[in-house]
């Protein structure tokens, strides 16, 4: 049972325009949520998170919107740069759980 | 210092080897973690430790042996593995209480022959 589901193994998007990737979870006691970014033989480095009380959690070029009704999160990523190619992974959370469910990632590519 | 330092970064072993994986941290986290990775899949949960104690252990075989010597450091003992064990072993540490996003180390890239 896949609680975290990133449907698109992958997204293309030109340099400077915005990249959007999805994430949706089926566990509605899941209340934290976090994109890491994981470039190749390297270990997933933390981005940015939200919690569920928030809609909305930005920092700099990366915005995360979260929609409890949808179960749906998102992360935006405004302008694109070509170091932002890489596999971004969302994962989620019961506070004080410690186990992080990971989703399956997408990879970004951003084309110059 | 916000970093987690994984080594070796690569290691080669054969089935009947015995080796360690150890993982340093110096922010203060009472929680600590170890994941596998294979290509093109995301991390998995191997054990947590929080307060220096074993407190998840994700029914990994026993060949896996973690260890928690101290609140800094973390150690895998790998033995007798099988060529289906080679991944990227990751570690990441965290805050024990609240909303406690994980740091990862760089891993090790662990290949069994």
């Known amino acids: 049972d896949q609680q975290v589901k990133q449907n698109s193994p992958s997204l293309s998007v030109q340099e400077g325009r915005i990249s959007i990737l999805n994430c949706d979870y089926t566990?509605?006691?899941?209340?934290?949520f976090l994109w890491y970014k994981k470039y190749p033989a390297e270990g997933p480095t933390f981005l940015i998170s939200i919690s569920s009380i928030k809609d909305k959690n930005e920092d700099g070029r990366f915005t995360v919107f979260l929609n409890k009704s949808a179960k749906h999160l998102s992360l935006h990523i405004v302008p694109s740069q070509p170091g932002d190619s890489a596999v971004y992974f969302c994962a989620a959370i019961i506070q004080g759980a410690q186990k992080l469910v990971f989703g399956q990632g997408t990879r970004l590519t951003i084309n110059p | 210092d916000t970093e987690v330092t994984q080594t070796p970064k690569h290691l080669v072993m054969g089935m009947t080897n015995k080796k360690s994986l150890k993982c340093e941290q110096h922010?203060?986290?009472?929680?600590m973690y170890w994941y596998k990775q294979k290509a093109k899949k995301p991390p998995e949960l191997m054990f947590v430790?929080?307060?220096?104690?074993?407190?998840i252990n994700e029914s990994v075989p026993s060949r896996f042996s973690p260890e928690c010597p101290n609140s800094s450091l973390l150690n895998l003992h790998l033995h007798a593995l099988q060529p289906e064990d080679s991944a990227l072993y990751l570690c990441?540490?965290?805050?024990?209480?609240?909303?406690?996003?994980?740091?990862f180390g760089p891993g090790t890239r662990l290949t069994v022959l």
């Open positions: 566990n509605s006691m899941f209340d934290y």
């Open positions: 990441a540490s965290s805050q024990v209480h609240g909303y406690n996003e994980q740091f």
């Open positions: 922010m203060g986290h009472r929680a």
């Open positions: 430790y929080s307060y220096e104690k074993l407190s």
